[in-house]
């Protein structure tokens, strides 16, 4: 509670965070909520048992394990290796991610959502929402784009724990652009040609630069119906922008967003929805980029 000078008048700031803050106030070996009392009037819980399993397996276990039934896990289609029970749930929670290369969130509604890495490029048949100017388009009232090289990655070195380094590296962008790199060690995958495979996905995604739609923001008191898609839309929902370039060409962009702010000030009545946002494969070519005259991609094995 916050008082202004006089005393009259005050403001309350209510803080929240999702169940990530619990995941990582608790290891893995250790007792997660308390499912049950025994007559001896310890905690319990479930037993997490490991073993090479499927991404999304392992997901479920360590959620499990913990008592945390909220769940949306998309089934995972690389193994995994056994891993540190000494970690915090969060971070035995994102090797597993990562090992995958998929993603993890929690979900508006709760869910611990795990999806894998195939998960975006099957999900872009139809877009959740069309954002635009033009008509039966729902408006934005900013838009923010980029066309630089701060997302180029055209060098990965992927390294699983026991494994080869495995490097996966597209040439001719480190002849246009010179060498950007990622380099990741210890990872989950049970076998280098696992490795291999996210490291070719990885540059095939960004080993050429691209107009990208960073973030939209959008004013819904002023059309009612962009209050559905408001308090509707969430992390990893494919939508379509539509952006009036200064010449009066129509660009469409294929999108996800990545994250979600709502500003409401009660003094004002004002409204502010923002989604940051990235670009979308939405199939095995990478189309799209052949707008600015640089190449297309064929997709990652």
Same mark, same amino acid.
């Given at each position: ?12 700031? $209510? ?23 025994? &007559? ?60 995958? %290369? ?13 999806? /894998? ?24 009232? /900013? ?6 090289? #701060? &997302?180029?990655? #055209? ?8 494994? %080869? ?14 060498? #950007? ?34 973030? $939209? ?45 709502? &500003?409401? /000030?009660?003094?004002? &009545? ?32």
């Amino acid at each position: 509670m916050q008082y202004a000078g006089q005393g009259y008048d005050s403001s309350t700031k $209510i803080r929240v965070v999702d169940a990530f803050k619990l995941f990582f106030n608790v290891t893995v070996d250790s007792i997660g909520w308390r499912l049950g009392i025994s &007559k001896l009037g310890s905690a319990t819980r479930l037993t997490l048992v490991q073993a090479q399993e499927l991404s999304s397996v392992r997901v479920t276990n360590l959620l499990s394990s913990f008592g945390y039934s909220n769940q949306a896990i998309s089934t995972g289609q690389l193994q995994v290796q056994t891993q540190s029970e000494t970690d915090d749930l969060l971070t035995a929670l994102r090797k597993v991610e990562t090992a995958e %290369n998929g993603t993890f969130f929690i979900a508006a509604d709760g869910d611990a959502t795990f999806r /894998d890495r195939n998960y975006r490029l099957t999900n872009t048949t139809t877009p959740d929402a069309t954002f635009g100017q033009g008509g039966g388009e729902l408006p934005y009232v /900013d838009i923010v784009t980029a066309y630089d090289d #701060n &997302k180029l990655l #055209n060098t990965v070195q992927r390294t699983r724990t026991g494994g %080869n380094t495995q490097i996966a590296i597209d040439s001719d962008s480190v002849d246009r652009f010179g060498t #950007n790199s990622l380099v990741e060690s210890g990872t989950l995958n049970v076998s280098d040609a696992d490795a291999l495979s996210i490291a070719s996905q990885k540059v095939v995604a960004n080993a050429i630069p691209q107009t990208t739609v960073e973030s $939209i923001s959008f004013a819904p008191q002023q059309d009612v119906n962009l209050w559905e898609k408001a308090l509707g839309l969430d992390i990893g929902s494919y939508v379509e922008a539509k952006v009036t370039t200064p010449s009066s060409d129509v660009e469409t962009y294929d999108l996800f967003i990545e994250r979600v702010r709502h &500003k409401v /000030d009660a003094r004002n &009545k004002t409204w502010n929805w923002q989604i940051g946002l990235s670009p979308a494969e939405t199939g095995a070519w990478i189309l799209g980029v052949n707008s600015l005259g640089i190449d297309t991609n064929l997709s990652y094995t």
